[in-house]
DNA sequence: GACAAATAGTTGCAGAAGCAACTAATATGA
DNA sequence: TCATATTAGTTGCTTCTGCAACTATTTGTC
Protein backbone atom coordinates (compact mmCIF):
# COMPACT_ATOMS: atom_id res chain seq x y z
CA UNK A 1 0.00 0.00 0.00
CA UNK A 2 1.52 3.32 -1.03
CA UNK A 3 0.76 6.26 0.80
CA UNK A 4 2.81 9.69 0.02
CA UNK A 5 1.57 9.68 -3.45
CA UNK A 6 3.86 12.03 -5.19
CA UNK A 7 6.09 14.77 -5.29
CA UNK A 8 6.78 17.02 -8.18
CA UNK A 9 10.46 17.06 -7.31
CA UNK A 10 11.08 13.47 -6.59
CA UNK A 11 14.31 11.34 -8.17
CA UNK A 12 11.71 9.48 -9.81
CA UNK A 13 10.94 12.56 -11.60
CA UNK A 14 14.83 13.17 -12.66
CA UNK A 15 15.34 13.87 -15.57
CA UNK A 16 17.48 11.23 -16.89
CA UNK A 17 14.99 9.03 -16.05
CA UNK A 18 11.75 10.93 -17.52
CA UNK A 19 13.96 11.29 -20.83
CA UNK A 20 14.86 7.25 -20.94
CA UNK A 21 11.53 6.78 -20.51
CA UNK A 22 10.40 9.29 -23.39
CA UNK A 23 13.03 7.98 -25.62
CA UNK A 24 11.58 4.20 -25.11
CA UNK A 25 7.61 5.65 -25.66
CA UNK A 26 8.49 7.97 -28.60
CA UNK A 27 10.32 4.86 -30.54
CA UNK A 28 7.51 2.80 -29.20
CA UNK A 29 4.69 4.94 -30.27
CA UNK A 30 6.32 5.88 -33.45
CA UNK A 31 7.58 2.34 -34.94
CA UNK A 32 3.71 1.31 -33.84
CA UNK A 33 2.30 3.47 -36.11
CA UNK A 34 4.84 3.38 -39.01
CA UNK A 35 4.38 0.04 -38.70
CA UNK A 36 0.91 -1.01 -38.73
CA UNK A 37 0.56 2.13 -42.28
CA UNK A 38 3.19 -0.03 -43.70
CA UNK A 39 1.66 -3.31 -42.71
CA UNK A 40 -1.29 -2.43 -44.03
CA UNK A 41 -0.68 -0.48 -47.47
CA UNK A 42 2.79 -2.70 -48.51
CA UNK A 43 1.68 -5.56 -46.44
CA UNK A 44 5.56 -6.11 -45.14
CA UNK A 45 6.44 -5.92 -41.75
CA UNK A 46 8.41 -2.77 -40.65
CA UNK A 47 10.81 -5.31 -39.42
CA UNK A 48 11.54 -6.51 -42.66
CA UNK A 49 11.78 -2.67 -43.80
CA UNK A 50 14.34 -2.26 -41.66
CA UNK A 51 16.68 -5.20 -43.27
CA UNK A 52 16.22 -3.76 -46.50
CA UNK A 53 17.13 -0.72 -46.22
CA UNK A 54 20.02 -1.36 -44.32
CA UNK A 55 21.44 -4.23 -46.62
CA UNK A 56 20.50 -1.57 -49.58
CA UNK A 57 22.48 0.75 -48.07
CA UNK A 58 25.51 -1.03 -47.80
CA UNK A 59 28.55 -0.91 -49.97
CA UNK A 60 28.14 -4.43 -52.03
CA UNK A 61 24.53 -4.37 -51.49
CA UNK A 62 24.81 -7.53 -48.88
CA UNK A 63 25.14 -7.51 -45.00
CA UNK A 64 26.93 -10.69 -43.19
CA UNK A 65 24.63 -12.28 -40.78
CA UNK A 66 26.64 -10.25 -37.89
CA UNK A 67 26.19 -7.10 -39.62
CA UNK A 68 22.70 -7.17 -40.31
CA UNK A 69 21.92 -8.37 -36.94
CA UNK A 70 24.05 -5.58 -35.09
CA UNK A 71 22.59 -2.59 -37.34
CA UNK A 72 19.14 -3.39 -36.32
CA UNK A 73 19.81 -4.39 -32.39
CA UNK A 74 19.01 -8.30 -32.72
CA UNK A 75 20.62 -11.22 -31.33
CA UNK A 76 22.22 -13.38 -33.57
CA UNK A 77 19.63 -16.25 -33.35
CA UNK A 78 16.74 -13.49 -33.55
CA UNK A 79 17.98 -12.33 -36.75
CA UNK A 80 18.32 -15.83 -38.24
CA UNK A 81 14.70 -16.55 -37.94
CA UNK A 82 13.98 -13.25 -39.19
CA UNK A 83 15.53 -13.45 -42.35
CA UNK A 84 14.68 -17.25 -42.80
CA UNK A 85 11.29 -15.30 -42.96
CA UNK A 86 11.99 -13.41 -45.26
CA UNK A 87 13.76 -15.63 -47.62
CA UNK A 88 10.51 -17.55 -47.22
CA UNK A 89 8.62 -14.34 -48.34
CA UNK A 90 11.31 -13.81 -51.35
CA UNK A 91 12.70 -10.71 -50.38
CA UNK A 92 16.11 -11.77 -49.81
CA UNK A 93 18.55 -14.64 -50.27
CA UNK A 94 21.47 -15.97 -48.19
CA UNK A 95 24.82 -15.73 -50.16
CA UNK A 96 28.25 -18.07 -49.67
CA UNK A 97 30.96 -15.89 -48.35
CA UNK A 98 33.66 -17.91 -50.88
CA UNK A 99 36.78 -16.17 -48.44
CA UNK A 100 35.30 -17.62 -45.16
CA UNK A 101 32.51 -20.41 -45.17
CA UNK A 102 31.77 -19.80 -41.58
CA UNK A 103 30.31 -16.18 -43.24
CA UNK A 104 26.77 -16.03 -44.75
CA UNK A 105 25.86 -13.17 -46.83
CA UNK A 106 22.56 -11.72 -47.19
CA UNK A 107 21.13 -9.66 -50.43
CA UNK A 108 18.26 -8.41 -51.57
CA UNK A 109 16.29 -10.31 -54.40
CA UNK A 110 14.69 -8.45 -57.27
CA UNK A 111 11.46 -9.03 -55.74
CA UNK A 112 12.88 -7.44 -52.74
CA UNK A 113 13.94 -4.22 -54.16
CA UNK A 114 10.98 -3.72 -56.07
CA UNK A 115 9.16 -4.22 -52.28
CA UNK A 116 11.46 -1.92 -50.79
CA UNK A 117 10.83 0.67 -53.43
CA UNK A 118 7.10 0.21 -53.49
CA UNK A 119 7.38 0.60 -49.82
CA UNK A 120 9.47 3.16 -49.06
CA UNK A 121 6.91 5.85 -51.23
CA UNK A 122 4.07 5.01 -49.45
CA UNK A 123 6.24 5.03 -45.68
CA UNK A 124 7.89 8.80 -46.61
CA UNK A 125 4.15 9.90 -47.00
CA UNK A 126 3.20 7.97 -43.45
CA UNK A 127 6.52 10.06 -41.88
CA UNK A 128 5.61 13.40 -43.26
CA UNK A 129 2.62 12.98 -41.14
CA UNK A 130 4.95 11.49 -37.79
CA UNK A 131 7.73 13.19 -38.12
CA UNK A 132 7.65 16.98 -40.64
CA UNK A 133 4.48 17.50 -39.24
CA UNK A 134 5.66 18.39 -35.38
CA UNK A 135 9.71 18.63 -35.75
CA UNK A 136 11.21 21.29 -38.19
CA UNK A 137 13.82 20.54 -40.73
CA UNK A 138 16.66 22.20 -37.87
CA UNK A 139 14.98 19.78 -34.95
CA UNK A 140 15.21 17.07 -37.23
CA UNK A 141 18.73 17.43 -38.12
CA UNK A 142 19.46 18.02 -34.12
CA UNK A 143 17.59 15.34 -33.18
CA UNK A 144 19.56 13.16 -35.68
CA UNK A 145 22.89 14.11 -34.14
CA UNK A 146 21.95 13.96 -30.52
CA UNK A 147 20.62 10.49 -31.41
CA UNK A 148 23.60 9.22 -32.52
CA UNK A 149 25.76 10.39 -29.72
CA UNK A 150 23.72 8.65 -27.81
CA UNK A 151 23.84 5.41 -30.31
CA UNK A 152 27.65 5.36 -30.29
CA UNK A 153 27.96 5.78 -26.37
CA UNK A 154 25.44 2.76 -25.66
CA UNK A 155 27.62 0.96 -28.63
CA UNK A 156 30.55 1.47 -27.16
CA UNK A 157 29.49 0.52 -23.31
CA UNK A 158 28.34 -2.78 -25.06
CA UNK B 1 20.28 -10.26 -56.85
CA UNK B 2 21.02 -7.10 -56.06
CA UNK B 3 22.90 -5.01 -58.37
CA UNK B 4 23.00 -1.09 -57.97
CA UNK B 5 24.51 -1.70 -54.58
CA UNK B 6 23.71 2.07 -53.18
CA UNK B 7 24.35 5.90 -53.83
CA UNK B 8 24.49 8.27 -51.59
CA UNK B 9 21.86 10.22 -52.35
CA UNK B 10 19.51 7.34 -52.50
CA UNK B 11 15.52 8.12 -51.77
CA UNK B 12 16.43 5.37 -48.79
CA UNK B 13 19.12 7.94 -47.15
CA UNK B 14 15.89 9.94 -46.77
CA UNK B 15 16.72 11.81 -43.60
CA UNK B 16 12.94 10.84 -42.69
CA UNK B 17 14.16 7.54 -43.10
CA UNK B 18 17.26 7.41 -41.58
CA UNK B 19 15.39 9.43 -38.42
CA UNK B 20 13.20 6.58 -37.94
CA UNK B 21 15.91 3.99 -37.97
CA UNK B 22 17.64 5.96 -35.36
CA UNK B 23 15.40 6.38 -32.80
CA UNK B 24 14.58 2.65 -32.81
CA UNK B 25 18.31 2.17 -32.90
CA UNK B 26 19.31 4.31 -30.06
CA UNK B 27 16.40 3.68 -27.92
CA UNK B 28 16.84 -0.52 -28.12
CA UNK B 29 20.33 -0.08 -27.49
CA UNK B 30 19.73 2.36 -24.35
CA UNK B 31 17.44 0.08 -22.56
CA UNK B 32 19.26 -2.66 -23.64
CA UNK B 33 22.32 -1.49 -21.30
CA UNK B 34 20.10 0.04 -18.39
CA UNK B 35 18.21 -2.71 -18.47
CA UNK B 36 20.76 -5.11 -18.27
CA UNK B 37 22.19 -3.32 -15.30
CA UNK B 38 19.34 -3.13 -13.89
CA UNK B 39 18.56 -6.52 -13.77
CA UNK B 40 22.21 -7.37 -12.40
CA UNK B 41 22.21 -4.74 -9.59
CA UNK B 42 18.65 -4.85 -8.43
CA UNK B 43 17.64 -8.40 -10.01
CA UNK B 44 14.03 -6.70 -11.60
CA UNK B 45 13.46 -6.14 -15.19
CA UNK B 46 13.75 -2.29 -16.68
CA UNK B 47 9.89 -3.57 -17.68
CA UNK B 48 8.68 -3.29 -14.10
CA UNK B 49 10.66 -0.25 -13.42
CA UNK B 50 9.20 1.99 -16.12
CA UNK B 51 5.36 0.21 -14.59
CA UNK B 52 6.89 1.28 -10.76
CA UNK B 53 7.59 4.63 -12.01
CA UNK B 54 4.12 5.56 -13.64
CA UNK B 55 2.37 4.44 -10.81
CA UNK B 56 4.75 6.38 -8.37
CA UNK B 57 4.63 9.60 -10.55
CA UNK B 58 0.38 9.47 -10.12
CA UNK B 59 -1.27 11.96 -8.20
CA UNK B 60 -3.32 9.07 -6.17
CA UNK B 61 -0.52 6.73 -6.34
CA UNK B 62 -2.09 4.22 -8.27
CA UNK B 63 -3.26 3.93 -11.98
CA UNK B 64 -6.05 1.75 -13.84
CA UNK B 65 -5.00 -1.08 -15.37
CA UNK B 66 -5.16 0.60 -18.89
CA UNK B 67 -3.23 4.05 -17.62
CA UNK B 68 -0.57 2.02 -17.35
CA UNK B 69 -0.83 0.33 -20.60
CA UNK B 70 -1.00 3.34 -22.54
CA UNK B 71 1.93 5.27 -20.67
CA UNK B 72 4.03 2.33 -21.51
CA UNK B 73 2.90 1.87 -24.80
CA UNK B 74 1.31 -1.90 -24.03
CA UNK B 75 -1.39 -3.87 -25.37
CA UNK B 76 -4.20 -4.44 -22.43
CA UNK B 77 -3.46 -7.84 -22.60
CA UNK B 78 0.52 -7.63 -22.37
CA UNK B 79 -0.21 -4.87 -19.45
CA UNK B 80 -2.34 -7.68 -17.90
CA UNK B 81 0.37 -10.35 -17.43
CA UNK B 82 3.08 -7.97 -17.10
CA UNK B 83 0.99 -6.68 -14.05
CA UNK B 84 0.35 -10.44 -13.26
CA UNK B 85 4.22 -11.25 -12.90
CA UNK B 86 4.69 -8.03 -10.71
CA UNK B 87 2.06 -9.08 -8.86
CA UNK B 88 3.37 -12.51 -7.85
CA UNK B 89 6.96 -11.00 -7.31
CA UNK B 90 5.34 -9.02 -4.65
CA UNK B 91 5.67 -5.17 -6.01
CA UNK B 92 2.32 -4.05 -6.81
CA UNK B 93 -0.92 -4.96 -5.74
CA UNK B 94 -4.35 -4.69 -7.43
CA UNK B 95 -7.10 -3.05 -5.86
CA UNK B 96 -10.82 -2.87 -6.62
CA UNK B 97 -12.50 0.72 -7.88
CA UNK B 98 -15.19 1.16 -5.32
CA UNK B 99 -17.38 2.99 -7.97
CA UNK B 100 -16.83 1.05 -11.14
CA UNK B 101 -16.45 -2.47 -11.04
CA UNK B 102 -14.86 -2.90 -14.18
CA UNK B 103 -11.79 -1.14 -13.42
CA UNK B 104 -8.87 -2.66 -11.81
CA UNK B 105 -6.28 -0.04 -9.76
CA UNK B 106 -2.73 -1.27 -9.43
CA UNK B 107 -0.45 0.42 -6.74
CA UNK B 108 3.04 -0.07 -5.73
CA UNK B 109 3.23 -2.25 -2.13
CA UNK B 110 5.66 -1.38 0.25
CA UNK B 111 7.75 -3.80 -0.98
CA UNK B 112 7.91 -2.34 -4.40
CA UNK B 113 8.29 1.63 -3.11
CA UNK B 114 11.65 -0.06 -1.53
CA UNK B 115 12.60 -1.76 -4.61
CA UNK B 116 11.81 1.11 -6.60
CA UNK B 117 13.87 3.63 -4.39
CA UNK B 118 16.70 1.22 -4.30
CA UNK B 119 16.28 0.45 -7.97
CA UNK B 120 16.37 4.22 -8.96
CA UNK B 121 19.70 4.65 -6.88
CA UNK B 122 21.61 2.40 -9.27
CA UNK B 123 19.79 3.54 -12.19
CA UNK B 124 21.06 6.83 -12.18
CA UNK B 125 24.77 6.04 -12.28
CA UNK B 126 23.83 3.77 -15.01
CA UNK B 127 22.19 6.82 -17.03
CA UNK B 128 24.73 8.99 -16.34
CA UNK B 129 26.73 6.60 -17.96
CA UNK B 130 24.38 6.22 -21.26
CA UNK B 131 23.30 10.16 -21.45
CA UNK B 132 25.16 12.40 -19.31
CA UNK B 133 28.12 11.77 -20.39
CA UNK B 134 27.50 11.96 -24.10
CA UNK B 135 24.75 14.96 -24.09
CA UNK B 136 25.06 18.14 -22.31
CA UNK B 137 22.39 19.42 -19.94
CA UNK B 138 21.13 21.71 -22.41
CA UNK B 139 20.98 19.14 -25.27
CA UNK B 140 19.40 16.79 -22.80
CA UNK B 141 16.45 18.94 -22.48
CA UNK B 142 16.40 19.92 -26.20
CA UNK B 143 16.08 16.07 -26.88
CA UNK B 144 13.45 15.96 -24.07
CA UNK B 145 11.51 18.77 -25.97
CA UNK B 146 11.82 16.74 -29.13
CA UNK B 147 10.32 13.68 -28.14
CA UNK B 148 7.45 14.98 -26.14
CA UNK B 149 6.20 16.87 -29.61
CA UNK B 150 7.01 13.58 -31.71
CA UNK B 151 5.00 11.35 -28.57
CA UNK B 152 2.18 13.83 -28.79
CA UNK B 153 2.22 13.78 -32.74
CA UNK B 154 2.25 9.64 -32.40
CA UNK B 155 -0.74 10.02 -30.09
CA UNK B 156 -3.05 11.80 -32.45
CA UNK B 157 -2.55 9.74 -35.08
CA UNK B 158 -3.07 7.00 -33.44
C1' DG C 1 51.04 -29.42 -38.09
C1' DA C 2 48.00 -30.01 -34.16
C1' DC C 3 45.47 -28.44 -30.42
C1' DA C 4 43.25 -24.60 -28.11
C1' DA C 5 40.64 -20.42 -28.49
C1' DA C 6 37.78 -17.50 -30.89
C1' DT C 7 34.20 -16.48 -34.35
C1' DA C 8 29.78 -17.11 -37.38
C1' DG C 9 25.64 -18.93 -37.58
C1' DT C 10 21.82 -22.16 -36.38
C1' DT C 11 18.71 -24.67 -33.27
C1' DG C 12 15.95 -26.07 -28.90
C1' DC C 13 13.63 -24.08 -25.56
C1' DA C 14 11.14 -20.82 -22.83
C1' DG C 15 9.36 -16.19 -21.90
C1' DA C 16 7.07 -12.14 -23.39
C1' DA C 17 3.64 -9.59 -26.18
C1' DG C 18 -0.13 -8.79 -29.47
C1' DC C 19 -4.68 -9.99 -31.46
C1' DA C 20 -9.13 -11.47 -31.18
C1' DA C 21 -12.67 -13.54 -28.63
C1' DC C 22 -14.72 -13.46 -24.30
C1' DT C 23 -16.90 -11.86 -19.62
C1' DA C 24 -18.54 -8.36 -16.86
C1' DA C 25 -20.06 -3.82 -15.90
C1' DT C 26 -21.60 0.71 -17.20
C1' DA C 27 -23.63 4.13 -20.29
C1' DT C 28 -27.08 5.35 -23.85
C1' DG C 29 -31.60 5.96 -25.57
C1' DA C 30 -36.10 4.66 -27.36
C1' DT D 1 -37.08 0.10 -18.23
C1' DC D 2 -35.17 -2.84 -21.15
C1' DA D 3 -32.26 -3.56 -25.07
C1' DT D 4 -28.08 -2.02 -27.21
C1' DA D 5 -23.62 -0.17 -27.45
C1' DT D 6 -19.46 0.90 -25.18
C1' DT D 7 -15.81 0.27 -21.99
C1' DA D 8 -12.40 -2.41 -18.80
C1' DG D 9 -10.01 -6.19 -18.20
C1' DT D 10 -8.73 -11.14 -18.84
C1' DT D 11 -7.75 -15.45 -21.40
C1' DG D 12 -6.51 -18.61 -25.58
C1' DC D 13 -3.62 -18.80 -29.12
C1' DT D 14 0.15 -17.60 -32.09
C1' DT D 15 4.27 -15.20 -33.19
C1' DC D 16 8.43 -13.14 -32.15
C1' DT D 17 12.68 -12.91 -29.62
C1' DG D 18 16.52 -13.91 -26.57
C1' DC D 19 19.54 -17.21 -24.22
C1' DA D 20 22.33 -21.02 -24.07
C1' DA D 21 24.00 -24.99 -26.21
C1' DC D 22 25.62 -26.75 -30.40
C1' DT D 23 28.14 -27.25 -35.14
C1' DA D 24 31.34 -25.68 -38.28
C1' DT D 25 35.07 -22.94 -39.55
C1' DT D 26 39.04 -20.07 -38.82
C1' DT D 27 42.83 -18.07 -36.14
C1' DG D 28 46.55 -18.31 -32.92
C1' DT D 29 50.26 -20.76 -30.47
C1' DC D 30 53.42 -23.97 -29.32
Redesign the interface.
Known amino acids: ??????SCD?????????????????????????GEAMEEQSGIPLAFY?VM?R????????LTMSEVAN???YSSGGMTRLIDRMVDAGFV?RVDCPTDRRTVFV????A??AQ??QA?EV??DQ?????????SCD??????D??????????A??
Chains 1, 2 share one sequence.
Open positions: MAEQPNSVINDERIVLLGLLAESAARLQRSAEVIRRSEAGRETVEALTDGILETHLLDRLLSSRLERTQLRMLVKLTAEADLA
